[in-house]
């Protein structure tokens, strides 16, 4: 595995790909590697000739008040596993975005919403990022988690409306032991809170085995479960507009999100009718 943290040396490598026609795989992350982050980059790695994967901490999803500069990193550590999980390339960049860098990528309707309503400018961060790195790293295939499935649906959006030409695949959510979700944000957890986040899959889960109750029935059994400091939302969607949805009568989608303490944790499941 080699590691590059140039963005002319990655790009040049990727044009010279794309002009030979392989089939590239791409795993854009924030780095501090997990077991959700691994699976991907092994299921990716049978999809493809060429897997990239990318570390880096985008200031642009972040707003000031959050988390940017205690976000969790481990760069050695990332190396290693993702040498192991079978990546050709580990991207670092430095300075990825030029000092005249002037374009923002903006989808409208399905970033307004959930994780859009209590974070404003974080989708435009990711979808401006991701787009950045499309350019650079000339996927033929990328891969997203569903751990966070609005991020999924907005940039299978995107890349379906700006024809990019790269196929979007998802990633299947990785529990740790116990039923949380892996996220790199468990480590603020407090053992206490990390208790009670529990609660927060165990609603979803129930949600999803009452298919004799209605939506509604579903939605508030989920969110008298949740033991958190504060539930932002927690409701059932369609997978594809993200709208809310009263009769479960197709495969949809609930979603959740939860502090504890200064904590926010995503959650979702699939559910459908009986
Ligand atoms: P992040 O480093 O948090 O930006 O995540 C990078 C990629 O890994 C995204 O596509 C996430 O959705 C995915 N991911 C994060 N946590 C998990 C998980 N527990 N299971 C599956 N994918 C995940």
Redesign the pocket.
Known sequence: MDIIHSVDTMHALALGWRARGKKVGFV????YLHR??T??IELMRRRCEILVVSIYVNPLQFAPTEDLTRYPRDPEGDARKCEAAGADILFMPENLYPPDFRTTVNIAHLTTRWEGAARPTHFQGVATVVCRLFGLVQPTVAM?????FQ?FTVLKSMARDLAMGIEIVP????RDHDGL????RNVYLSPEQRQRALSLHRALFAMRDSPSRSGAERVALGRGMVDCDELDYLQIVDPDTLDPVEVVDRPLRAIATARFGRTRLLDNVALGPA
């Open positions: 854009p992350t924030m780095g959700g982050h699976t991907l997203f988690g569903e751990k966070d991020q990633g299947p959510l990785v979700a892996l996220s790199s």
